[in-house]
C-alpha cells in the first residue's frame, strides 16, 4: 500500500527509465539499508522493488526531495510491523524447537541423562580447573615488581623429599653475592622463619618472626602504617 502519492503505473511512471538516473534522484542509501535487512521473503522484496520503481517516477515528477521524503514516510510507515512480523516468528520457532528438545529427551531418556550428565561433568571440571588456574596466577599480584620477581631454588641431586630434589633453603650470603656478581639483579633478598626469646622490661617472652635484610621491602610491596620502610631493616638485629 502507497500513500497519498500513490498513482497507478503506466506509461507515463516508467518513461523515466528512457534516460541516464542521476545520484541525486536515488533513495537515499540508509533508508535502502534498512530496507535490505527487512527482507525476509520473495514478497517483501517485490514490495522493495515498487518502492524503487515509484521513487524514481516521483522524482522525475515531483522532484527528489518530495521522493525521498515519500520514500521515508514508507519506512516510517511499514518497517515497525515488519520488525514485529519478524520477531514474532522468531520467537515461535524457538519456542517450537524447546517443545521438540523436552519430547526427544522424554523420548530418549537414557540417551538424554548420559548426554546431560556428561555434558555437567565436563563444564563442572572445567570451571574448577580454570577456578585452580586463576588462583594459582594470582599469588603475590599486589606487589609493584611481582612481573620482576623470582625465587630461587636450590637442587640437591641424590636428596629427594616428596619425588622432588628442589629445595626452598639456600646460604644466607647468597643475596649479597647475586647481587655484587650480576649487574642485572636490582635487589636480592633472604628470609627465614624463626621463634626467637624478646624481652621488654622484666619481661621475657617468646615470638615468631622473620628474619631478612634491608632489600626486602624494596622487592615485596606492603602498605605501612608506621616507620619508614627504607630505614626499617638497615641496622642488625633490628626490629
Not at 208 to 236: C, H, K, M, R
Request: hydrophobic share 35%.
Amino acid at each position: 500500500m502507497l500513500t497519498k502519492y500513490s498513482k497507478p503505473f503506466g506509461k507515463e511512471s516508467l518513461n523515466y527509465y528512457s534516460g541516464a538516473i542521476s545520484m541525486s534522484s536515488r533513495p537515499p542509501k540508509l533508508a535502502q539499508k534498512i530496507l535490505e535487512k527487512l527482507q525476509y521473503d520473495d514478497v517483501w522484496k517485490t514490495t522493495v522493488g515498487d518502492f524503487d520503481e515509484y521513487f524514481h517516477y516521483l522524482a522525475k515528477k515531483e522532484g527528489p526531495k518530495k521522493a525521498k521524503r515519500w520514500y521515508w514516510q514508507q519506512i516510517l510507515r511499514y518497517a515497525p510491523s515488519k520488525i514485529t512480523h519478524k520477531f514474532y516468528w522468531s520467537a515461535a520457532m524457538f519456542l517450537n524447537y524447546i517443545k521438540i528438545s523436552f519430547r526427544n529427551l522424554k523420548k530418549h531418556k537414557s540417551y538424554s541423562f548420559i548426554n546431560i550428565f556428561g555434558l555437567s561433568v565436563g563444564l563442572v571440571c572445567f570451571v574448577l580447573i580454570g577456578l585452580f588456574v586463576q588462583y594459582e596466577l594470582s599469588y603475590d599480584k599486589f606487589h609493584e615488581t611481582s612481573d620482576r620477581t623470582y625465587r630461587v631454588l636450590a637442587q640437591q641431586p641424590g636428596n629427594e623429599y616428596m619425588g622432588s630434589d628442589m629445595y626452598t633453603l639456600t646460604p644466607t650470603a647468597l643475596s649479597a653475592t647475586m647481587k655484587s656478581d650480576f649487574p642485572e639483579v636490582e635487589a636480592a633478598t633472604y628470609f627465614g622463619m624463626t621463634r626467637t626469646l624478646l624481652s621488654i622490661e622484666d619481661e621475657t617472652f617468646s615470638e615468631a618472626g622473620v628474619l631478612s635484610d634491608g632489600d626486602f621491602f624494596q622487592i615485596f610491596s606492603y602498605q605501612w602504617y608506621e616507620g619508614n620502610p627504607e630505614t626499617a631493616l638497615q641496622d642488625p638485629n633490628s626490629i
